[in-house]
């Protein structure tokens, strides 16, 4: 080469090296390779706002649970029979110009012989303040404790039907967060149904493989053959109508357990295949764990993030088969209130027409099923280490 050749001068860092100390800036941290899965798996969830926003919502959704007495503002069962079909009451702010605070304007109701039908008229001259943490309906918390004490409660001797009322006058509000709980309570416990046989009939059919394999699958492809819906029915019906409430909100979460299980299974076993023959399997093998110890200890956790996105994609599907079942009359029953049993009164179409706002508790159905579906995306994102 002909001319001067420069050189790429050469800087050599006189500190002394301290193998404990992060990187210099501008280059990945060492943290980021020493993090744990679970660890990688949160930072790269935070980065999916949607999916953080969903988890939020559903975290409020949750925490209504405990405290739905004290937050509805009345009880379930309470009848308001000079208020039946009462469309929803507007909440106001100002009166005449003047900052009022929440309010509600009293209703007054005639009844048309022509048609039959109560028809409502707001009177806008006196103005009711709505209370808050007051005294009103009693109820017992949680079924042990009595109490009246309310987040927020109607003026007195006034009304507050933010949502309207049913055909028995009770408040649509009130019975949508009651309902919540049956709801939003089902969808767990029936995961942890679905979860504890697709864990163990996944794991059998994965690790053990030879004619166990063949048997688990030959019985998932015979369960997921069946048409879904009407074995729902079937098996609902099969419920006897004598039962308690308790034990048919038990038996509804086992049916939608049972029926959920195969896909689960089959995630299980493919992970299991592919993770049976790596070494640190096999090292456990030669000191002599057990089968159940090898699938519980070492091959279970390592794709435990997998299996929890997979849930959260699943519990939709349990709150939406409830509330099929309770819609066609087949699920859950008064006195239990859940989003399903409000919506089966709304099934003919003269009460969407005449009371459109008897579909109210279908908005809560959505919302949660969509949050689920946007926090599982962003799980099922986070934990694909190819992501």
């Given at each position: 080469?002909?001319?001067?050749?420069?050189?790429?001068?050469?800087?050599?860092?006189?500190?002394?090296?301290?193998?404990?100390?992060?990187?210099?800036?501008?280059?990945?941290?060492?943290?980021?390779?020493?993090?744990?899965?679970?660890?990688?798996?949160?930072?790269?969830?935070?980065?999916?706002?949607?999916?953080?926003?969903?988890?939020?919502i559903?975290?409020?959704?949750?925490?209504?649970?405990?405290?739905?007495e004290?937050?509805a503002?009345?009880?379930?069962?309470?009848?308001?029979?000079d208020?039946?079909?009462?469309p929803p009451?507007a909440?106001?702010?100002?009166?005449?110009?003047?900052l009022?605070?929440?309010?509600?304007?009293?209703?007054?109701?005639?009844?048309?012989?022509?048609?039959?039908?109560?028809?409502?008229t707001?009177?806008?001259?006196?103005?009711?303040?709505?209370?808050?943490?007051?005294?009103g309906?009693?109820?017992?918390?949680?079924?042990?404790?009595?109490?009246?004490?309310?987040?927020?409660?109607p003026?007195?001797?006034g009304?507050?039907?933010?949502?309207?009322?049913?055909?028995?006058g009770?408040d649509?509000?009130s019975?949508?967060i009651?309902?919540?709980?049956?709801?939003?309570t089902?969808?767990?416990?029936?995961?942890?149904?679905s979860?504890?046989?697709?864990?163990?009939?996944?794991?059998l059919?994965?690790?053990?493989?030879?004619w166990?394999?063949?048997?688990?699958?030959?019985m998932?492809?015979?369960?997921?053959?069946?048409?879904?819906?009407?074995?729902?029915?079937?098996?609902?019906?099969?419920?006897?109508?004598?039962?308690?409430p308790?034990?048919?909100?038990?038996?509804?979460?086992?049916i939608?357990?049972?029926?959920?299980?195969?896909?689960?299974?089959?995630?299980?076993?493919?992970k299991?295949?592919?993770?049976?023959?790596?070494?640190?399997?096999?090292?456990?093998?030669?000191?002599?764990?057990?089968?159940?110890?090898?699938?519980a200890?070492?091959?279970?956790?390592?794709?435990?993030?997998?299996l929890?996105?997979?849930?959260?994609?699943?519990?939709?599907?349990?709150?939406?088969?409830?509330?099929?079942?309770?819609?066609?009359?087949l699920?859950?029953?008064?006195?239990?209130?859940?989003?399903?049993?409000?919506?089966n009164?709304?099934?003919?179409l003269?009460?969407?027409?005449?009371?459109?706002?008897?579909?109210?508790?279908?908005?809560?159905?959505?919302?949660?099923v969509?949050?689920?579906?946007?926090?599982?995306?962003?799980?099922?994102?986070?934990?694909?280490?190819?992501?």
């Amino acid at each position: 080469m002909n001319g001067p050749v420069s050189l790429t001068p050469h800087y050599v860092d006189q500190r002394p090296f301290d193998p404990g100390a992060t990187e210099p800036m501008g280059s990945e941290s060492e943290s980021f390779y020493r993090a744990s899965s679970w660890r990688l798996m949160w930072w790269k969830f935070r980065r999916h706002r949607v999916a953080v926003a969903a988890a939020f919502i559903l975290l409020a959704f949750y925490a209504l649970i405990p405290f739905v007495e004290v937050i509805a503002p009345y009880n379930q069962t309470k009848r308001n029979g000079d208020f039946l079909y009462a469309p929803p009451q507007a909440v106001h702010l100002f009166h005449d110009g003047r900052l009022v605070g929440p309010f509600v304007y009293p209703y007054k109701f005639t009844f048309d012989l022509e048609s039959f039908r109560r028809v409502y008229t707001v009177d806008k001259t006196t103005p009711q303040p709505v209370r808050f943490f007051c005294r009103g309906d009693g109820y017992d918390f949680w079924g042990l404790i009595p109490g009246n004490v309310h987040l927020f409660c109607p003026p007195e001797n006034g009304t507050l039907f933010v949502l309207g009322t049913d055909r028995l006058g009770r408040d649509l509000l009130s019975r949508i967060i009651y309902g919540a709980r049956i709801s939003l309570t089902i969808g767990i416990v029936g995961i942890a149904v679905s979860f504890t046989l697709g864990l163990f009939f996944g794991g059998l059919a994965g690790y053990l493989g030879g004619w166990v394999d063949h048997v688990i699958q030959r019985m998932i492809e015979i369960l997921r053959s069946l048409p879904e819906l009407p074995l729902w029915l079937a098996l609902s019906a099969a419920l006897p109508a004598n039962w308690s409430p308790i034990l048919v909100f038990f038996g509804i979460t086992i049916i939608l357990g049972l029926l959920d299980w195969p896909g689960l299974a089959r995630a299980v076993r493919s992970k299991l295949l592919s993770l049976r023959e790596e070494d640190f399997v096999k090292a456990a093998e030669l000191m002599g764990a057990s089968k159940q110890r090898v699938i519980a200890r070492h091959l279970i956790p390592n794709f435990m993030s997998h299996l929890i996105a997979s849930a959260t994609l699943s519990i939709p599907s349990m709150i939406l088969g409830e509330t099929a079942l309770s819609f066609l009359g087949l699920g859950l029953r008064p006195p239990i209130t859940s989003w399903g049993v409000l919506l089966n009164e709304a099934q003919n179409l003269a009460a969407v027409q005449l009371h459109p706002w008897l579909l109210f508790p279908i908005i809560p159905v959505v919302v949660v099923v969509l949050a689920f579906n946007f926090m599982g995306d962003g799980l099922r994102d986070a934990a694909d280490p190819y992501h």
